[in-house]
């Protein structure tokens, strides 16, 4: 029999204690063994969760229980759980964590400390979709070229209403605050954060690499009007927040971002609140793994994956994959020297001479226009919508810059990053 | 250092000598020691491969060298290979293999010899996804509910055609063949064959349960026609060669047939040789797995994945995923008990009288109908394009027999099933 304790009894913690009972059936029969909560830790002892496991406020209860074999962490954060892992691991037993900011700080100081045992997360990433697996396992005789995905549901949730119902940003933002796929205080979703800690996670994976949150391009949806939805549509393109890991020589580019892209590609065609992740090995080629990025059964369902696996073997590999330095030579790209294609909306009074001379700044900054729609938005006012070749990071962020010092423009341009 | 022979050197097996090769510096980091191929068996050692390994056509030097950790079978067949496997194991050798029919009759054998030896067959389903990764690791917290994929890329790639293009069946059957995709005899492929084995493998690891490829009900893509995509189109549906396990109470289906199947399903939207396999867990929902379901390194992808976690971990896992009776109640349920709606092409001679004939025989059958269209095929003859309501297997047949009898319907009604 295998125990666990579990720290932060929320939603998906109450999900890996109903899930354990009513699945035990199949679950005993793949690890081997029987697997038993033995309690849990909490905040407020007082408030009724309808579980039948022994409850604690002190985690200590846990960390020092010798007949528990795998703490579960579940509270969220980043520096308290990473010093109560730290006791766990160090106390001899094994982690299993749905924690992606954890780890977005903290995953290769786990990996040195979990050395002899057993760290996993698959559910830190893309909820119930066994990504961790599949990348780490699945695809291991693999150079990785790229790895981009939906990583994060309520943005794609919020940008599938605008493009198939034409609902504008801040009436979708509310409907999604009362479904609750969106907090309050939305940022971490709509502002790229939680795809971004997801994407260090997978990229240290397939790399090595090693980045915090604060080194990479992060930028939301919060911009994004109907206007861009409808150039997007037509000219054959869904709009999507992507993360995006990508070698390119010795570098790898990292960045999450609102996107155009083709709507022939697979993972344009991933709507609603689930997640979808594309992976480009050197030698199968795509891949693709689809489903619920959240939730608190289908986030449990991956939580339980790992303990099985560990109930099952112990540790049976290297926490990030590896154990030898692994491509080695790669660095992360500067934010400045990414390349792109762009699409720029750019608000501009209606006025004799205002297409000449953007058309003149774009050229002076050395970056070619691919099309380009005029579209009045008043009487006095018009935007235009560009779509330009290839180009450079920076050279973009000067022409936005120069676009927007300009006097016959109205507010800095909106720009969308074309994949 | 771990050392590998592997039996049959064609276009998988280089690519596995190639891939170890060339990707050498990853595969170690993750494997934790060096891979290397000591030698292959082949037919014909006069033949150049290319290859810079021993090569000997006597399969005992690779089951009696006792420096051979791994023996990688990539003959083919059924029998033979099982053979030599077993020796394999008994020898305390791992094995790999993506031999989908070795195990599509064997797999429960093999589960008993290998119970203490590693035994992977990773590329046996759909190439280089992850699936059986997926499947038994991954999802290993659930009950299955229902597996549904696209695991035959020929038959995929045709109907793809067939519907974006309009070619119709024996044209694209020719450039299939004339573009590799499709064998001389293409029976396998497109009479369903291939997927069934693959479809047996994941059922096992699903639902424990044991059936055998003449236990199941297999048809292929054979008799499609343009007149019945066109009628998928205009009702919203893609025809697709699907194979389907699904749990129905005490009852598992196994299945694969052509199947119309909702536009709006991500399993629908995927196109051309690839593959893709949605698999609906009780906890975590649908999640879908879509890649290269074939060539010779996304295979081979496949194969060193397993490869390079034997070499680390041994043997992590039960062969199937479950070493304790899983879902011990389930049973194969009969062909004749699986329920369907269903789209019916009836070519008749048209003549007075005949709609009220065939509708009558419907009703004698108890099969109700929800649309119906007739299109004229000639001056002297039509199609009845049906689609019905839920109906037994058993009804269908008997309707179809009945409409079969009939003087004026030209020739055997063809059928397929809407998922």
Redesign the interface.
Known sequence: MVKIGIIGVGTVGA?VVN?LK??A????????VDIVVKSGVVKNLNKDRGLDIKLTDNVDDILNDDEIDIVVELMGGVEEPFEIVKKALRNGKAVVTANKALLAYHRYELQEIAQDIAFEY?ASVAG???II??L????????IESIMGIMNGTSNYMLTEMIQNGVNYDDILKKAQDLGYAEADPTFDVGGYDAAHKLLILASIAY?IDAKPEDILIEGIENISKEDVDFASEFGYAIKLLGIAKKDKNMVELRVHASMISKNE?IS??DGVMNGISVV????????????GA?G??T??????NI??IA??GK???ML???????AGLKLKPIEDIKSKYYLRINVSDKKGVLAKVTKIFEENDISVETMLQRPTSKESANLLISTHTAYERDIQKLINSLEALEFVNFKPVMIRIV
């Open positions: 999900s899930i009513d699945n059936d199949v679950i005993s029969a793949r690890a081997g698959e119930g979709i066994p697996n599949a780490r396992d699945g695809l291991s005789a693999n150079h090595g697979m065609k991933i090995g050197d030698k199968v080629g795509e891949t693709l793994y689809y489903g619920p939730g059964d289908a449990a369902s991956a939580v339980i994956a099985i696996d099952r073997s049976s590999r290297p994959g590896f154990d030898r330095p692994m491509e």
